[in-house]
């Protein structure tokens, strides 16, 4: 079983940077695609970024297209979302999520507990 922690939200200024990390154990990201959703307060879960199983193809929601990043550390077995440009709308629980390889994509066999990030104007 995967299970998937994640780091790095808090409280963060709008128009600043996010950084986010997930550590997976149970499993390698070598072997896992993963990505991040987020939920909103009195929103549904929401896609916000996927990078596959190989690292070669990353997805991302419109809302945070051009200011996202996703990556994968094999060696470190650690996943990241580093988002530029904060906005207030950017404020959400946000979960690592991963899946084995040939299954979901995105992924979401596998999720963590969730990172709170408030942005703050």
């Known amino acids: 079983q995967v299970q998937l922690v994640e780091s790095g939200g808090g409280l963060v200024q709008a128009g600043g940077p996010l950084n986010l990390s997930c550590v997976a154990s149970?499993?390698?990201?070598?072997?896992?695609?993963a990505g991040w959703f987020r939920q909103a307060p009195g929103k549904e879960r929401e896609f916000v970024a996927a990078i596959s199983w190989t690292s070669d193809h990353a997805l991302y929601a419109d809302s945070v297209k051009g200011r996202s990043t996703v990556s994968k550390d094999n060696a470190k077995n650690m996943m990241y979302l580093q988002m530029n440009s904060l906005k207030s709308e950017d404020t959400a629980v946000y979960y690592c999520?991963?899946?084995?390889?040939?299954?979901?994509?995105?992924?979401?066999?596998?999720w963590g507990l969730g990172t709170q990030v408030t942005v703050s104007s």
């Open positions: 149970g499993g390698t990201f070598s072997s896992l695609a």
């Open positions: 999520a991963a899946s084995l390889y040939g299954r979901s994509w995105p992924p979401v066999d596998y």
